[in-house]
């Protein structure tokens, strides 16, 4: 603004016999707020023994205004020197005065302090701390898996309790509407497999073991996980997103206090949806990664169709179809338990919202990706 | 003397819905002015006509005698400096403290070293008659009575002439209530604010304000607060002679004439 520009700063000092007489003029406001300080900041106030102030030529004096004149006064008296007013002193000045003098105004300053300090124990009590936290937050997860259920046990005896409309309506939202994401994420890993194996195998002469990779791999791992990790992408954020938005709107306490148990209404029919969705989804992706082989072996080996289905069966025991299948409801309940515990846990402040929704997708991916090395080795001790 | 706020012939229409039809408005510094209306009259719509936060159907908004409706976002700035609104349930920042709440529109319009930032915040903060303590707490941790005086609080950041007050007595107890008309009042006495608020609470209409608007018909009715009771408007009558009002309109009565 033009003010700034055209004020004429605003302390003119003169040396009287007394000490130092200040005359203030110009703008005064919350805009010259930094100009004034320097101003003021430039006056030396050491040994002087009166401080004249002649406050008739400010203009547009505000609280701000005010401040900056009264932390001056302040810095004054500090260094000995009696303040003078040659004009009446300003309402403001005089309200600023009230405002910060008074009872409530104690010298404490609350709010975040370091603690004493300890030397070298700095790191040892950040990794103490994490330590229980994450061990809070363990047992935290295991009493929402038992909790969650409890509930679905106790709702078992009575099927309406299990909120079959919500739980359609969440197997249509993390299953129906990912189809599309997924079979094309599982069409391009089937390419992926298809064209890494045949570059390798190709100078041995060995393409036909082209078709046991996609096949198997497709089918026994990466449908299953890479379909898992997408899911836990778009459902576990959603789902921790809806909670803990509802807590923070204090949907989920109207729950409670209408004698809605909102385990029963809102966690159970999320991991429900989610267990039923996840294997669907799953028979899926191993689908169009079988189409998208048969479709590269083609192509890129020119082996027949009827070729490549006998090499399939020839291929996959028994088993490997299951071996695939039977880990997507395990995956789907640790996606949904991350996904809805993080958002409960959401209290107070939009920020909190979006670290627990970033929380509940890595665990989410992580609880997934450890499942799965174990269920590897499990089925490697079972032989199959 | 130009008015501070100057509503004229204000139209805004959603679909084929018509919220106000040719409402006037005018309020005059150093004043008071109550916004008053039944529920879905379009008061909040009125408020946020004049924040600039939706455009009207027609009709020109004036603040300081230039028309918002026809500013660009940049032209608007230096206008939004001038004035402070405090929402309904505060809309402090959630992932903020109540200092860095007051803090963050000065940090927006003006460049100050970080002792006077905190100085003139915890004014601010003190001024509002909030303990010294609250500045470091996050809004979740406040009170209901304590957000409202934080946002006043970050409203007032700037020194504005011009404060917007979107109900801010309701949910609070009577007790809260009053006291927080004290504090407009207080603030209105010792800033020279000039303060627009809407309300539905009589007993703030009646303590804090000098001019009062009455949305009724899509239109609005104002005059001062004792002119405004004894318009002949049914809702008006019934608004200002109900059940509820009868009592505080008669307290009010006696003290003036007893005075």
Known sequence: ?384 | MEPVVEVRGLVNRFGGQVVHDGLDMRVDADEVFGIVGGSGAGKSVLLRTILGLQRPSAGTVLIHGSDITRLSEAQLRPIKARYGVAFQEGALYSGLTVLQNVQLPMLEYLKLPTDALDGLARLKIRLVGLPEDAAGKYPAQLSGGMVKRAAVARALALDPTLLFLDEPTSGLDPVSAAAFDDLVLYLQQHLKLTIVMITHDLDSIFRTCNRVGVIVDKRMESDTLERIVDHPNPWIQAYFHGERARARLAATHGANHGA
């Open chain 1, 1 to 384: 603004m033009s003010a700034t520009d055209s004020n004429t700063h605003a302390v003119e000092v003169r040396r009287t016999a007394r000490g130092l007489e200040l005359e203030l003029t110009g703008e005064w406001g919350v805009r010259e707020v930094a100009a004034l300080e320097a101003a003021l900041g430039a006056v030396d106030v050491a040994s002087v023994p009166v401080i004249t102030l002649a406050t008739a030529g400010i203009s547009g004096l505000d609280l701000s205004g005010a401040w900056v004149l009264r932390a001056f006064v302040q810095r004054a008296r500090r260094a000995g020197a009696e303040i003078a007013f040659a004009d009446p002193p300003p309402d403001q000045l005089r309200l600023v005065e009230q405002t910060l003098a008074g009872p409530a105004a104690a010298p404490a300053e609350p709010g975040i302090r370091a603690g004493p300090e300890e030397p070298g124990g700095r790191a040892l009590i950040a990794i103490g701390r994490y330590a229980v936290r994450t061990g809070h937050d363990l047992v935290g997860g295991l009493a929402f898996l038992g909790r969650t259920l409890i509930t679905f046990a106790a709702s078992l005896a009575h099927p309406r309790r299990l909120r079959p409309v919500s739980v359609v309506r969440h197997v249509y939202d993390t299953g129906i509407t990912a189809m599309p994401i997924v079979a094309l994420i599982a069409f391009l890993i089937s390419v992926i497999i298809a064209y890494m194996s045949a570059q390798q195998l190709r100078g041995l002469g060995a393409d036909i073991y082209v078709v046991d990779l996609v096949a198997i791999g497709v089918l026994r791992e990466l449908g299953v996980l890479l379909t898992a990790v997408i899911v836990a992408g778009r459902s576990g954020s959603a789902f921790a997103a809806e909670l803990g938005s509802m807590k923070l709107n204090q949907e989920v306490d109207a729950l409670i206090a209408t004698g809605v148990d909102p385990y029963e209404m809102l966690v159970v029919p999320r991991v429900l949806g989610l267990v039923i969705a996840l294997p669907l989804l799953t028979i899926i992706a191993d689908l169009i990664g079988l189409s998208g082989g048969a479709l590269l072996c083609r192509y890129l080996l020119d082996m027949p169709l009827s070729q490549y289905v006998n090499r399939v069966n020839y291929a996959l025991a028994d088993t490997t179809f299951w071996v695939g299948i039977i880990k997507a409801p395990v995956f789907a309940l640790l996606i949904a338990l991350a996904g809805c515990y993080r958002g409960m846990q959401v209290r107070g402040s939009a920020r909190e919202l979006g670290h627990l929704v970033t929380v509940a997708v890595v665990q989410a991916i992580f609880l997934v990706i450890l499942a799965d090395a174990l269920f590897a080795v499990l089925f490697m001790r079972m032989d199959i």
